[in-house]
């Protein structure tokens, strides 16, 4: 569950999340990106990594679903 990710973060931490982020597993809200990622960094993650985001349903008919 991701209550369950969150605790383990708290406990052991995580080494993808960035310096500056309070957590990497902030809320688990589908489209809450939408309050924290700039456009600038939305066309960067998507050049970035569109192919495995549609592998695994994240973008549907090029626009993204989450």
């Known amino acids: 569950s991701f209550k369950n990710l ?13 310096r500056k982020a309070e957590a990497f597993f902030r809320k688990g809200e589908i489209g809450d990106w939408h309050n924290h990622l700039t456009g600038k960094q939305l066309v960067s993650l ?4 569109d192919k495995v985001m549609k592998m695994f349903g994240y973008i549907k008919n090029d626009k993204p679903v989450f």
């Open 46 to 49: 998507l050049d970035n990594h």
């Open 6 to 18: 969150q605790k383990q973060e708290k406990e052991k931490g995580f080494k993808e999340k960035s």
